[in-house]
């Protein structure tokens, strides 16, 4: 291509574009963000769609090498247009994530090509990218399981860690934690994993039925079991045939109740009312409940030898005032639910907005983070969710910033925050030793040496006192 400097978005940015004024036209036009680099790695062209997917300004990003606008996890995990301009050879469609300019983690589809002269010599690089939120959240909700849990903390990672070992072994489950936490979502994960997963996936409150009702709900009735009987109904155990239930609730399940549940787990077999033929119950059971059920069981609520068969593997999820650093990742994760449900652009929590957030005691739990995103949405219709936003009852944040975070300039998005607290967390948790925090935290020590220096975290130096890394 002839390189011009007749580019209009680049002239009114200051720079010289090196692609022909007719394809910087087409480019303009299309869905795809596409950007080219000069042989120095600096951005020459960043078209309109680049803007929307980044949330870059093209005036930012001109003159800029890539990877400063972008932050891609493959800028340090193998450059696709590094590959293509070392050996010649075009990529399609290689899926990565870049980090936009609110600090959202959103998947693409790269590809990339050569960028050459009239002459036929290599001049840069051209990369085209295409957003994939949409079709990963219609893959997630489509799939559900462990893509849908979100998380920084520890305790969960080490849940998340033992997940398929336990979906593979067919064990009863028992998961224990408040209510809000995520017993459900991590239930449908285990059966997403396990293989059963092209069955069914049948879940029941325990606590919200009365006796006769979860009785007939659970094990179905034959015509004629009682007087509104009219034709047979299979219960939720025969409709997850093949597949998982989830029992909720189970510690307020009834002494009788027990007794016939206790009998299906011992003989595989359950009775259906008004029957006298036994029926197969070919069906893995995974239990949740928010109670203790050794109290339980000590009180003699709930049988001992019940809890002894669904105790197989027990999982407990950590309430989430136990886990804040998890807070922002997953106000981020609701926002971006949120903006392609309602089909609206929400740039994400102001910082204060964020910090109003980490001081509630969140007694709801996941689900009620999510519920007070969701009023927001209410309220805000555009730009960044402010305090204002949340209810009024929510406590006021202290005024004491973590002196360990830079407060002016730096942490402008509650994603870069979240990523900055984050890596504080792990090193504080490893007595500020670099090499166990990046293990932890799954990148190479270099990375987290950039990192830090990015984020203009405070490290204590040799004497333990404040020190500033950038």
């Known amino acids: 291509m002839k390189k011009t400097a007749s580019c209009e978005h680049n002239e009114q940015a200051g ?104 002459k036929g010599k290599v001049i840069g690089g051209a990369e085209t990218f295409r957003d994939l939120s949409v079709e990963e959240e219609l893959k997630q909700q489509l799939q559900g399981g462990a893509r849908e849990i979100v998380t920084h903390s520890p305790a969960m990672r080490q849940i998340m860690g033992m997940l398929p ?47 006769t009702l979860l009785e007939s709900e659970l094990f179905g009735y034959k015509k004629g079991a009682f007087t509104d009987a009219k034709t047979d109904k299979p219960g939720r155990f025969a409709r997850a045939k093949g597949g998982t239930i989830l029992l909720d609730e189970i510690g307020d399940l009834s002494p009788v109740l027990q007794v016939k549940l206790l009998r299906m787990l011992q003989e595989k077999t359950y009775e259906p009312l008004g029957s006298t033929k036994p029926e197969q119950a070919d069906v893995r059971i995974v239990t949740a409940t928010h109670r203790d059920l050794e109290v339980l069981v000590e009180r003699e609520e709930f049988r001992q030898d019940l809890y002894y ?19 922002a990742l997953l106000a981020d994760h609701f926002v971006r639910h949120f903006n392609r449900l309602r089909g609206v652009n929400i740039a994400g929590l102001r910082a204060d907005t964020l910090s109003l957030l980490q001081q509630h005691d969140f007694p709801g739990n996941i689900r009620e983070l999510e519920n007070l995103i969701e009023r927001a949405y209410v309220l805000c219709h555009q730009g960044e969710i402010l305090p204002s936003h949340l209810p009024s009852t929510l406590a006021v944040p202290s005024s004491r910033p973590d002196k360990s ?28 030793n670099r090499v166990a925090a990046a293990e932890e935290l799954g990148i190479h020590k270099s990375t987290l040496h950039r990192k830090i220096t990015r984020l203009g975290i405070y490290l204590p130096d040799q004497d333990g006192r404040s020190a500033r890394r950038d």
């Open 15 to 118: 720079a010289h574009c090196i692609c022909d004024p007719l394809v910087c036209s087409i480019f303009e036009s299309i869905s795809d963000g596409v950007f080219t680099v000069d042989e120095n790695w600096r951005i020459t062209f960043f078209n309109r769609a680049a803007e929307e997917i980044t949330g870059v300004g093209r005036k930012n990003a001109l003159g800029k090498t890539c990877w400063e606008v972008f932050r891609a996890d493959a800028c340090e995990t193998g450059c696709p247009l590094r590959r293509t301009l070392e050996n010649g050879k075009p990529i399609v469609n290689r899926t990565a994530y870049i980090v936009t300019a609110e600090g959202a983690r959103i998947p693409v589809s790269i590809s990339t090509a050569l960028l050459k002269d009239a």
């Open 165 to 211: 070992d336990v979906a593979a072994s067919g064990a009863t489950v028992v998961i224990r934690g408040e209510t809000g936490t995520g017993k459900e979502l991590l239930a449908r994960a285990i059966h997403d994993l396990s293989p059963r997963r092209t069955g069914p996936f049948v879940a029941i409150n325990c606590g919200a039925l009365p006796d």
């Open 309 to 327: 068969r669904i105790n197989v593997v027990r999982l407990d999820l950590p309430p989430l005032r136990e886990r804040p650093e998890d807070i």
């Open 405 to 432: 975070l830079k407060t002016s300039g730096g942490l402008n998005t509650s994603a870069r925050q979240a990523e900055a607290e984050s890596i504080l967390a792990a090193l504080r948790r490893h007595h500020f």
